[in-house]
């Protein structure tokens, strides 16, 4: 199984980005999904999930209403679209993925089965 983030970058305050995560090696349809971030010394968080079929999402309140968690099934893909960006945002942001679980669940790092390795995401003032 491979899981493999990419699109992140540097930005100034108030830009947008777009991280893609691109799952190989299982069914991608049966896997709930999630994207966690960690900054420097602090630890990592579960930010949004997505369950299975893309039909229910959820937020941490850190991100709500400025982040956007999706999924295409066909393509293998989950994206995080991240608007309104502030410096706080700054972190390595992770793909998780864990098979047959709610979605609310997956922001228990104990449940995660597979992560990206990650892509840095950097907000500068």
């Known amino acids: 199984v491979q899981v493999m983030e990419s699109g992140g970058g540097s930005v100034q305050t108030g830009g947008s980005l777009r991280l893609s995560c691109t799952a190989s090696?299982?069914?991608?349809?049966?896997?709930?999904m999630a994207w966690y971030r960690q900054a420097q010394g602090k630890e990592r968080e579960g930010i949004a999930a997505?369950?299975?079929?893309?039909?229910?999402?959820y937020y941490a309140d850190s991100v709500k209403g400025r982040f956007t968690i999706s999924r295409d099934n066909n393509k293998n893909t989950l994206y995080l679209q991240m608007d309104s960006l502030e410096p706080e945002d700054t972190a390595m942001y992770y793909c998780?993925?864990?098979?047959?679980?709610?979605?609310?669940?997956?922001?228990?790092?104990?449940?995660?089965?597979?992560w990206g390795q990650g892509t840095q995401v950097t907000v500068s003032s």
């Open positions: 997505i369950s299975w079929a893309g039909s229910h999402t």
């Open positions: 090696g299982l069914t991608f349809g049966d896997y709930a």
């Open positions: 998780a993925a864990a098979p047959n679980l709610d979605y609310y669940k997956l922001f228990d790092k104990e449940r995660v089965h597979y």
